[in-house]
């Protein structure tokens, strides 16, 4: 895993910044030049299917039909097909149609990096997470998008309407340039948190904490209630609760440690697993496995994309109370408690994640995937008409609803009030939407696909597939925490970047093994200064001071 829990997709049983100036109005040149070593592309003579005055929020529609090559992961349990109504439909609305070349979620980002690195790669990349396109720079082998957002008027307008704009720096490279665009959302909540049973913590525990102190206390009732119980769990290697709750005690960690670096409050960067919040945070779980309050399987257990498999067991066996989750993942456990305890015997909540000594304070405000052009898009003579259809794609509303729902007054309604109702005799199976259905719009339609489907979402688009406690979940999130800043930009030019890989790998193996031997009790916490002095054996202040020089650069830059 993640984004990696930030970077990797995750189906929706289980479940990353951007921005740019807006483009004066008027007369757009169709020209740009870019530094991938193919020198200027000339748009006038590649504008071949494209549409003259191409404006957000309306339909792209090819003048002329053209095939365009896709990178499409797949995942096990949802294998792609030719037969799926996704594919004719956008290439009935849009006069494209794709060509794909599929690999496995096995493996999917070694071999799209295999595929770039021979020249093999198909046009579009999908499903890529910010950061995870700065080892193909350097190369060439991607398109600078800042060159040509002028020409996705939707992209453009969803970002100054989302207020999006300031976070373009923590996409910008060496160069200025940024090389990805990501799905913006309109409201930024983190996808994983806690998922608990509400009904055990509101009469056992005497309601829903709001710390992680208060989490502490109500894990000792649950566990003298429940005597046979770990009551809280993870299963994801540990990875998913150490990223959400790291915030909580001003550190990073989990999927989101990143490369280690953040902010140091006076504009520059420190190493996260070498600071004091971080300390704090190994030092408050480990009291928490010590005292029999966590199940420490859930945190040595593998994911293959789709969290530890005996985590809804135990929920549903009432051996666990909490664990690490998303929406797709409290419905997954109501379903398994369903069948032991019985409906209408329980509540399960998805709830924010708990605040700490730095307050009640969450992950910044971030992108979810979006995609990268091969270099050799730039040489089509379409290649203008794809960047007018992805921008369609990735940022239209229509196109949005179209890829989560499918066809309207087909697969289902839409109300006065924008509410939308899936027709009784079809499914979204992921989300627990008619259950039983003889056809699965995901399954067997392809609408809600992975690779497309999480990218961009305004807030009443993710609202119109999740459950009522969810909405819930967003509007106590955004009600009750603070995202943190984004970390100060500090991108690294092609020899630090091998520099930077050189010693970031050692230091993030020690990290995670000593993170988890802490937590576990296989190592003294009095020990932490010598921990601290083996990352400074490894050359932590050489990749402290390379990274901050890249900061003080950009700073210089791009004041």
Known sequence: MSDVYGRTPFKATRRGLIGFSVAASGAMALAACSDDGDGEVDLDAQSKGAMDGFEADTQFTATEPFTLSLLWTEWPDLPVTDTWTFFDEIEKRTNVKFELTTIPFSDAVEKRSLLLSAGDAPSVIPLVYTGEEDSFVSSGAIVPMSDYVEHMPNFQKYVAEWDLGDMIDNLKQADGKYYMLPGLQE???????????????ETVAGGIPETWDEMREALVKIKAAYPDSYPLADGFEAQSM???????????????FGDGMMDDGNGGLQYTAASEGYK????FFRGLVADGLVDTDSLTAADAGGGGASVPEKFANELVFAASGSSGTAIEFAQALSATVGDGNFEVLQIAPPGGPAGQV????????????????????YFLATLQFLDWLYYSPDARELIRWGVLDETYTKDADGTITLKPEFSLDAYNINPGAATDIQADLGWSNSVFADSTEARALKESYNTPTFVEYIDSVLSTRTPRDPNPPAPLDEMELEQASLLATPLKDTVDTNTLRFIMGDRDIAEWDDYVAELEAQGLQ????????????FEEENS
Do not use: C, I
């Not at 790291?246 to 960690?253: L, Y």
């Open 187 to 201: 409201v930024s909540v983190p996808v994983f948190t806690l998922v608990v049973r509400k009904d055990v913590f």
């Open 542 to 553: 050489q990749y402290v001071d390379l990274v901050n020089g890249a900061r003080t650069r």
């Open 362 to 381: 969450v992950e910044p405000r971030n992108f979810w995937n979006g995609f990268m052009l091969n270099t050799e898009a730039t040489e089509s003579e």
């Open 242 to 256: 150490l990223n959400y709750a790291a915030h909580a005690f001003g550190a990073q960690a989990g999927w989101g």
């Open 280 to 283: 704090q945070m190994v030092e």
